[in-house]
């Protein structure tokens, strides 16, 4: 196995530079936006009760909108996950009777039941009167040609999701994104593009609000928190779409202008400022593991030289034993619960059995080194994150090494 990764490692060497080539000029991204805003000590201060006034709350808003070319931003721990923040964006935006489509196929699973068409769901979209449509993608890509009839004047939103989730189809690029985004306003300005950024964030040099997307949003449990935020999410986009997001969040009238931060801003800031390093990590153990099980006779999506939209690595193992035992590796070489064996679950939100290995500092942190399978043909495992890239390495080979030996 070690020969193995040495000739991996030779082979990857150009992909790595093109890596390390992004984190530095994201690096210096959001330090320039660090500079300009004055960020200081004093925005680190703990707030409590209702905090009126949190001036780290809002410079912290005003931090994420610099670095995503945003006119506003609602960063907070108050979003439970991912999933709460994207809902909460749809939630604030859409009225009864409008219409909603996805342009990106099926949604991550969470979002389609939020969304409640595919599935009937207590409280979802669909029990408020918003209608759904989806554009099936074409070969595993958006049909960009096809929007222009796709969508009708009383489509409100257009949600675009930016990674492959849990599927095979590739992820979107921010090129990708700015012609579904253009394909969109030329056919129907009035409709909201909105772009589900899970797992997207620093996997390039622009974000999809600075080519055009009105809104965006995602969790500050993947690359955005750098492994440091404890738990949250963001939404970021043009200030009405914001606004009408935050009196969602908390209730109207109010908005973004509570919320105590209780003991979190350091490690939301310092983590914002680390994030573009670490996804550059994680990005680096899933080229790896794509060129290990490459080599072990396994499709993996993308290929190791292949082009990256998300820290996403999707490998088929193509049985269910095999994806328990590689998610069981992946969690045997954890810091955190190495002693845990992960089962099959009914996680809520989820419609299939879903089997989850993060033995992570922040529970369920998927910008640690993590992997999650719903049990379904191909049996792909979904394989993430990684703080160090040494540590990525480690879990990869311990996973690999556990296949072989159970061949
Ligand atoms: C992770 C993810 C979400 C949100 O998931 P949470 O676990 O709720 O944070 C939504 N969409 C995609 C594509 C994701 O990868």
Known sequence: MIDLKNIVLAEVADNFRRVDDVAEQNTLKVL?????????????????????????????????????????????????????????????????GDELVSLTGAPYDTLQTVIGHAHAAQGSLKEF??????????????????????????????????????????????????????????????????????????????????????????????????????TGGYIVGKAALVEQASYRLTAPGMGGELGASLGTPRLLYQGLFTAPHTTAQALKGAIFAAGLFGKLGYKTHPLPEGMRGDIIQAIELRSAERLI??????????????????????????????????GTFVQGASIELSADAPLREPYAVYLQGGLTFEHAAIGILGAAQALEDSL
């Open 32 to 96: 320039n936006a660090m500079r300009r805003l004055k960020i200081s000590d004093a925005h680190f201060k703990t707030s409590t009760g209702y905090a009126y006034g949190d001036i780290g709350r809002e410079k912290l808003d005003a931090l994420f909108a610099e670095v995503f070319g945003a006119e506003a931003a609602l960063v907070r721990t108050q979003f439970v996950s991912g999933t709460h923040a994207l809902a909460t964006a749809l939630f604030g935006v859409l009225r009864p």
């Open 325 to 358: 035992k590689f998610c069981r590796a992946i969690q045997e070489f954890s810091p955190v619960d190495s002693f845990a064996a992960p089962e099959p679950w009914d996680m809520p939100g989820y419609a299939d059995k879903v089997i989850m290995a993060a």
């Open 129 to 230: 009167g918003i209608s759904y449509r989806e554009l099936p993608l074409a070969g595993g890509k958006v049909d960009v040609d096809a929007i222009k009839h796709f969508l009708t004047p009383k489509t409100k939103l257009a949600l675009i999701q930016r990674s492959r989730g849990y599927s095979l189809r590739e992820p979107l690029s921010v090129a990708d994104i700015e012609r579904i985004c253009a394909a969109v306003k030329a056919t129907n300005p009035q409709c909201v593009t909105f772009v589900d950024n899970c797992y997207g964030e620093f996997v390039e040099t622009r974000e999809p609000v600075e080519v055009g997307a009105d809104m965006a949003a995602g969790s500050l449990i993947k690359n955005i928190g750098g492994g440091l935020a404890p």
